[in-house]
């Protein structure tokens, strides 16, 4: 059961994401060689709670942290730990979760640690511009396939591949509502988009193949053949038939200046 938002509960949803990216933007300031994930789900964890809300992914489904963030070849889902200390060269991967005033919100971009390797920076920056390809998709009269069949086919003919096992989702009062939102598909597949509808559009693009596996933590999850994957995710609304992006990397940009993906 897809849940249509009214304009109000829209709003609401706004005010989770825009948390979301203010967070994204103090973990911005800190992200470099040396630092622990640990210190990020610390920092964003204080950050979520100092402006009334609490974090979105703490305890869903058990998972223990308050942010993911899976460094080079994890894909999604990596718990923050003590043990990860970033170096120069890796990328990571943070995503959000926000709850307040009963709605969440869930956004996601990866950052460089330092210099990256040209190879992977391209990654990152067309896994980033999929993401508004898929969201130039979402629109009323539009099929759900079309989104994913514009981020496969824009990563796919840059030599990319298409992570499966993992999608983006509905949300709303929950994390996770229908539909799912696959980042591959054929147009003109799939429920036809209507304004209302409030989704988490995610794309996760691996630099070599497409398999993943899940380890044994029981969360992370990485490539099969240990090159890096990117993930980038706002949630959008279709709202008087547009495209809406509820969530931001505007306080990224803002930090990191000439040096954003
Ligand atoms: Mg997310
Ligand atoms: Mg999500």
């Given at each position: 059961m897809i849940f249509l938002k009214s304009d109000e509960e829209i709003e609401l949803l706004r005010i989770s994401n825009q948390i979301i990216a203010k967070t994204l933007g103090e973990l911005a300031k800190i992200i470099a060689p040396g630092v622990t994930t640990a210190y990020l789900d610390k920092i964003a964890d204080e950050f979520i709670r100092d402006n009334g809300a609490v974090p979105g992914f703490l305890g869903q489904d058990g998972f223990p942290k308050s942010i993911c963030t899976s460094v080079n070849e994890q894909v999604v889902h990596g718990i923050p730990s003590e043990k990860v200390v970033l170096q120069e060269g890796d990328i990571v991967s943070v995503d959000v979760g926000a709850y307040i005033n009963g709605?969440?919100?869930?956004?996601?971009?990866?950052?460089?640690?330092?210099?990256?390797?040209?190879?992977?920076?391209?990654?990152?920056?067309?896994?980033?511009?999929?993401?508004?390809?898929?969201?130039?998709?979402?629109?009323?009269?539009?099929?759900?396939?079309?989104?994913?069949?514009?981020?496969?086919?824009?990563?796919?003919?840059?030599?990319?591949?298409?992570?499966?096992?993992?999608?983006?989702?509905?949300?709303?009062?929950?994390?996770?509502?229908?539909?799912e939102v696959p980042n591959y598909g054929r147009k003109g597949n799939g429920p036809v988009l209507k304004s209302g509808m409030t989704i988490a559009i995610e794309p996760m693009i691996n630099l070599g193949r497409r398999n993943v596996v899940f380890e044994r933590d029981g969360w992370t999850v990485r490539t099969i053949d240990r090159?890096?994957?990117?993930?980038?995710?706002?949630?959008?609304?279709?709202?008087?038939?547009?495209?809406?992006?509820?969530?931001?990397?505007q306080y990224i940009e803002e930090v990191l200046g000439d040096k954003a993906i």
């Open positions: 709605f969440h919100g869930d956004s996601a971009y990866t950052f460089c640690v330092g210099e990256v390797a040209p190879e992977t920076v391209a990654l990152l920056k067309a896994t980033k511009e999929s993401l508004y390809k898929g969201i130039e998709c979402a629109v009323e009269g539009h099929r759900l396939g079309d989104i994913g069949n514009a981020i496969q086919t824009y990563c796919e003919a840059r030599g990319y591949s298409v992570v499966r096992e993992l999608v983006g989702h509905g949300v709303g009062r929950e994390l996770h509502e229908s539909p090159k890096p994957s990117a993930h980038f995710e706002h949630s959008v609304a279709i709202r008087h038939g547009k495209a809406d992006i509820l969530s931001g990397f």
